[in-house]
């Protein structure tokens, strides 16, 4: 018997989420950048996932529509975003992932996404959630740092009742403290138990809010990889790293992007824990 039990599952595009099955690898820089630095994202994320065994569905935002200041880049926008998207998937053939941020995106950005997410800030927006679940493509909702994690079934539930079943959750911290996020493990657990596949994000996870993310003091990385092994360890189904060839040049999270250089020797770690978790018996109170 497994060490933790399984979830519902899934396909998005061509990679199985759920079930039991492999740990999937979400990556990708935050924010639509430049071709270049797009591209090279891509190829790197690309070979290290291939050479791993991670499952990827790649990930960037054509919109960041929460940024402390209206002078932030924001990303290209709806249009020119998702075709670069629709680029990126047709020259590297992995599915792709990016934020919506209202009803009147879902259906154009279904067109082009194989998950549509839902930010953290909007995880309460009911039109939103059912629109997502409307277009029947999978949707991965980011839990809101002003939520017990009990409560995502409130969210799963409306989504459920547009008929799709398709669904993630994921954990990225709660506020505790003054613009500090703290990670609680037990909520990996509790979401889990709602009976959907899991993703925990630990580069959000150590974001300052409140810092412009471009600040040095924006984010603290430094504590990624310990985040990072100890949610695989609590028993994820997917892993979300945001990751820039050169972070302290990347137009949005630059204090908590994961460098590109250093993606491969963090998921070696996460290959080892996620293996040792699948040796392990099950243990129940």
Known sequence: MQAIKNTKSFEVGNVHVGGGQSLVLICGPCVIEDRDTMWRAAEGISKIAEKLQFPLIFKSSYLKDNRSSELSYQGPGLEAGLETLAALKRDFGFPVLSDIHNEFEARTAAEVLDVLQIPAYLSMQTSLAIAAGKTGKPVNVKKGQFLDPGDMSKVIKKIENTGNQKIMVTERGASFGYHNLVVDMRSLVTMRNLGYPVVY????????????????????????????????????????????????????????????????????QVREVDNTLRRLEAISY
Do not use: N
């Open 201 to 268: 994000d630990p580069t959000h996870s150590v974001r300052v809010y409140g810092i412009p993310s471009d600040s040095p003091d924006g984010g603290k990385p430094e504590y990624v990889p310990a985040l990072t092994r100890a949610g695989v360890a609590a028993g994820i189904d997917v892993l979300f790293i945001e990751s820039h060839p050169d972070p302290t040049c990347a137009k949005c999270d630059a204090a908590s992007q994961w460098p590109l250089s250093k993606l491969e020797g963090l998921l070696k």
